[in-house]
Nanobody, 116 residues
Framework: QVQLQESGPGLVKPSQTLSLTCTVS??????????WSWIRQPPGKGLEWMGV???????YYSPSLKSRTSISRDTSKNQFSLQLSSVTPEDTAVYYC????????WGQGTQVTVSS
């Protein structure tokens, strides 16, 4: 059973970089059976897919966020991370990491507020 846990600061100031880490257990980020994504949900709005990384470290991002988004991996720790630069209050959301295989496996989500 794949389990995912987001971690990182809950408050980020405007213009800074939002950094979150997803720690994975029960499955390897280096196996082709899975792909690994970041999703967010602003308050009162729907889910927004941000980007994905696959077993070989390849990445793909939402066109609307590509210029500000980076997903990276630490295979020795079985973790993948999100960096979102130049944040504004519009980036306030609950951020989720997710694995896709036969089923989708979600982290519990972590609230990130962008505010000065």
């Amino acid at each position: 059973q794949v389990q995912l846990q987001e971690s990182g600061p809950g408050l980020v100031k405007p213009s800074q970089t939002l950094s979150l880490t997803c720690t994975v257990s029960g499955g390897s980020i280096t196996t082709s059976y899975y792909v690994w994504s970041w999703i967010r949900q602003p308050p009162g709005k729907g889910l927004e897919w941000m980007g994905v990384t696959a077993y070989d470290g390849s990445t793909y991002y939402s066109p609307s966020l590509k210029s500000r988004t980076s997903i990276s991996r630490d295979t020795s720790k079985n973790q993948f991370s999100l960096q979102l630069s130049s944040v504004t209050p519009e980036d306030t959301a609950v951020y989720y990491c997710k694995a896709r295989a036969r089923y989708d496996y979600w982290g519990q989500g972590t609230q990130v507020t962008v505010s000065s």
